[in-house]
Structures are given as C-alpha cells and as structure tokens.
C-alpha cells in the first residue's frame, strides 16, 4: 500500500475535536504526496530539514512551527535571509511539514503531558489526570534537589532552573508541559490541591516564579522547577513516533531530539 500524507494526517487526527483557530496544518507539502519515511520531532530545524533529506524522508510531523510564530505566518518574514534559505531547502527536497500540536494535546490523556510523565517513570504517581496538568503524589521523603536530579538524568538535560529550597521535602506536584507554567493556571493548583511544588515547562518569569518567590519569603513550604519549553514537551513527540512505528510498519518511522536551544555559560 502506497501511504501518502493524508493517510497519515488522517491516524493523528481520528476522533480529535480541534479548536476553533486551530495551529495544526500541512505547512508544506502536498497531502496527496506518497511518503517516503517519517521524522517525528519537537522543532523542525535546520538541522532536522538536514538530516531528513540525508536520510531519504520525506515527511516532517513536528510539534512546533518551522516558521518562528504560532501560527505559522510567513509574510513578514518575505525578505529574511534565514526563512528563504530554510524554505527553499524544504521545497527544493521535497519536505512536507505537518504540525501536530493542538491533536497531540487533546488525546486521552494529553499525549505530551504523557510522553513526559512516562520517561520520567512517574506514571505510578498520577493521581489524577486534568487537561492541562497530571496531579503527582510522590514517595515520601522526596526532595526538590532528589526531583531535579532525577529530570536531568531521565531526560539527558544539562540544568532546570529552580525557585526555592533545595532541601524541602515534596508530597504532591502538578507536572505542566510546555508554555502552561503561567500564573493563571499554577496558582489555583497550588491552593485547590495543596501542591509543594509545580514542575512546568516555562512561562512568564513575573507571574508562577514570583508568586513562588514570595511564598518562599513568607515561610510557605513552596518550590517551583522550570525545566524548559523543549525539554518537557520532545517527549511526547518521542512516544508519539513509537505509537505510530507500530501503527505503520511499513514506513521507516523514527524521533529526531534537538541540543537544548541555551547554553549556560
């Protein structure tokens, strides 16, 4: 059987109920193109785009943009030398680029929320399952620093950023993905619930980390890990390509990680 892409698009998006507005398009590419291997992957970079033409792949699902945008816009960018550079990269090899974004977010469970508690080996500790966070109830004894160890050496990550005491002792966490780390959200949690801590991937730095920052110097036992938007989200993207491995055995099916974007110097 010969699969093209909207075979494909089709597998991620049965039974999903989009968005009004939703992100999740075919950028590039033609649905109708037969596909020729699959790269599944966080962002689309240069280097992916790189390696995927190496490789003989044709068809890119990523979770973000290739574009620097949300939604992908492209004509203020009509004169930039990095985007014409990318774009004629992608088009002249062919590369279609489909983002899986909001679908990915809507199964049940969110399969990025899930990708990252299951490499954390942390599916044991869910408590309860909400549409923008898993409830955590942690072994006793656990500390932010034991947690932070933990995170850096399941995930194969240099440094989380950290806002209290190292030392304290956590019971019960929210793990948030991606750009859920905002105040809105993690505030409510921290009271509804009565959480020590909030794991996320990033958000504004006045709102959660402040909060915390003032909880901290009020003598509350809180603690926030900031572990970057990338690093809590590749690994649904990472489990994503195993499911689909599975669901289409005849097409070479792989994840594609990235080097974290910073550097700590």
């Known amino acids: 059987m010969n699969i093209t892409i909207q075979h494909i698009i089709d597998h991620l998006t049965t039974e999903v109920e989009f968005p009004e507005n939703t992100v999740d398009q075919l950028i590039t590419g033609s649905p109708s193109q037969k596909v020729t291997g699959v790269f599944v ?6 280097h992916v785009i790189e390696h995927a033409i190496q490789r003989g792949v044709n068809l890119i699902i990523a979770h973000e943009p290739p574009f620097y945008n949300h939604h992908s816009h492209t004509d203020w960018l009509a004169e930039d030398p990095v985007y014409n550079t ?20 809507r199964y049940q469970p969110d399969g990025i929320t899930e990708g ?17 966070t898993d409830i955590l109830s942690l072994p006793g004894g656990t500390t932010v620093e034991d947690i932070v160890h933990h995170i850096k050496n399941k995930l194969g990550i240099e440094y989380v950023r950290v806002v209290g ?18 105040g809105h959200l993690t505030i409510p949690l921290l009271q509804d619930e009565g959480l020590d801590l909030i794991i996320a991937g990033e958000g504004f730095e006045w709102e ?55 550097r700590v110097l």
């Open 41 to 46: 992957t966080f962002m689309p970079t240069q």
């Open 86 to 105: 990318k774009n004629s990269l992608i088009n002249e090899a062919g590369i279609a680029i489909y983002r899986c974004h909001d679908a990915i977010h």
């Open 116 to 132: 990252l508690v299951h490499a954390l080996g942390w599916s044991s500790y869910v408590e309860q399952r909400r549409p923008e």
């Open 165 to 182: 005491s190292p030392t304290m002792i956590c019971t019960r966490a929210a793990i948030l993905v991606g750009f859920r780390g905002n």
């Open 208 to 262: 959660t980390p402040e909060y915390i920052r003032d909880a901290v110097q009020q003598g509350k036992q809180k603690a926030l890990i900031m572990m970057g938007h990338a690093e809590s989200e590749a690994s649904g993207m990472k489990m994503l390509a195993e499911r689909m491995a599975k669901n289409f055995p005849e097409l070479p099916v792989h994840f594609v990680g990235e080097q974290p974007v910073y």
